[in-house]
């Protein structure tokens, strides 16, 4: 799909879903490289007007931004734990909406996908009904030990609230853009659709870099480009040491 700036062209992807054929439309909803975050209530809207399946990556974006997928239709959703849930790597779900149960048939059969897997002590009976949830489409043995670790990932952050976290991630997301826009220091990511995700583009990366390393700054090097994420945890001492580890 086109991209505008480097960001997403959605006016070129809507028009995208008029093209004969088309049956699904797979995207990232918050573009990793940028922050870019894609309208997924109308993307939803136009998708289900035209009997689209909507699948979506949604690693950079849940546990930082509002999700209402009872109000959001969307079809499959896949999100990594790692990120912005803070749970261990190997963590992470898989939404489907129940009416996909209907239509997918799980390739290849996992042995814990069907009902007879529940009972350890006697496998052998094998019952291959499916399970009545999404679990019939795991795949793997699920590492329980991070699952536990991402329980209670999931209960610290729900303790916070998931407003506050929203509300703190968005003002120290304006403080680190409007410092380095104050500073002439290029920002890619758009005013106002962004997930906590700040990307710029100073003239030297490779200086810049190091200089925030020097200052103990983690941050990311992408697509020449240095993206910078300030989660729960992040404070506004904390976006100085960025801002003044950025300007050279």
């Known amino acids: 799909m086109p991209a505008r700036d480097g960001l997403l062209d959605e006016e ?22 940028t922050g870019f975050v894609a309208d997924l209530p109308r993307l939803s809207e136009a998708c289900r007007a035209r009997d689209v399946w909507l699948v979506v990556d949604g690693i950079q974006g849940v546990g930082v931004l509002p999700l209402d997928l009872a109000r959001t239709h ?6 990594g734990g790692q990120k912005w849930l803070l749970s261990p790597w190997g963590s992470g779900f898989t939404y489907v909406h129940p009416d996909m149960l209907k239509v997918l048939a799980p390739q290849p059969v996992s042995w814990m996908a069907v009902r007879g897997s529940d009972d350890f002590a006697s496998l052998v009976d094998y019952d291959l009904t499916w399970r009545d949830g999404a679990r019939r489409f795991e795949q793997i043995t699920v590492p329980f030990q991070d ?26 997301v304006a403080e680190l853009a409007d410092g380095a826009r104050n500073a002439g220091v290029p920002v890619v990511t758009p005013q106002g659709r962004t997930a906590g995700i700040v990307t710029v583009r100073p003239r030297d990366v490779r200086a810049t870099s190091e200089r925030l390393r020097d200052a103990r700054v983690v941050h990311s090097v992408r697509e020449g480009t240095i993206r910078l994420s300030p989660h729960c945890y992040t404070t506004s001492e904390e976006i100085g040491t960025a801002l003044g580890a950025l300007v050279d």
Do not use: K, Q, Y
């Open 12 to 33: 070129a992807l809507f028009e995208a879903l008029d093209a004969p054929g088309t049956r699904v439309l797979s995207l990232s909803w918050v573009g990793f490289a």
């Open 74 to 79: 969307v079809d499959l959703l896949a999100c």
């Open 147 to 172: 699952f536990a670790g991402m329980a209670a990932s999931l209960e610290l952050l729900r303790d916070l609230g998931h407003a506050e976290i929203g509300a703190h991630i968005e003002a120290r």
